[in-house]
């Protein structure tokens, strides 16, 4: 996460500013949500697969997904809001371990 920050310092402030245009204009917000739902949608496939594997619990796969994204925007945004606040490289690989151990079967 560290790293990402770094690199997404200026390029964050210039999403933000689209994702605040996107909530005013509907054919931007179109371009904004398509994204969105990709990932969301590739993130649940692979809880079905967990799943289907029996590696995770069973759990509505859209849940999980959501869960996952919001951990990642939530620690972006607040690495970006306070970057010596802490190790958000190490924050962000407690928070996915503990994430998945949850998940877990």
């Given at each position: 996460?560290?790293?990402?920050?770094?690199?997404?310092?200026?390029?964050?402030?210039?999403?933000?500013?689209?994702?605040?245009?996107?909530?005013?204009?509907?054919?931007?917000?179109?371009?904004?949500?398509?994204?969105?739902?990709r990932?969301?949608?590739?993130?649940?496939?692979?809880?079905?697969?967990?799943?289907?594997?029996?590696?995770?619990?069973?759990?509505?796969?859209?849940?999980?997904?959501?869960?996952?994204?919001?951990?990642?925007?939530?620690?972006?945004?607040?690495?970006?809001?306070?970057?010596?606040?802490?190790?958000?490289t190490?924050?962000?690989?407690?928070?996915?371990?503990?994430?998945?151990?949850g998940?877990?079967?």
């Amino acid at each position: 996460l560290g790293q990402v920050l770094q690199v997404a310092d200026k390029e964050l402030l210039i999403y933000l500013e689209f994702i605040n245009m996107a909530v005013r204009k509907p054919e931007v917000w179109r371009e904004v949500i398509e994204p969105y739902h990709r990932y969301r949608a590739a993130f649940s496939d692979l809880m079905v697969e967990g799943i289907d594997e029996e590696s995770l619990r069973p759990m509505a796969p859209e849940a999980g997904a959501a869960i996952m994204i919001g951990l990642a925007i939530g620690l972006l945004i607040q690495g970006f809001l306070d970057p010596d606040g802490a190790d958000w490289t190490k924050i962000s690989q407690e928070g996915i371990g503990i994430m998945l151990e949850g998940l877990k079967r």
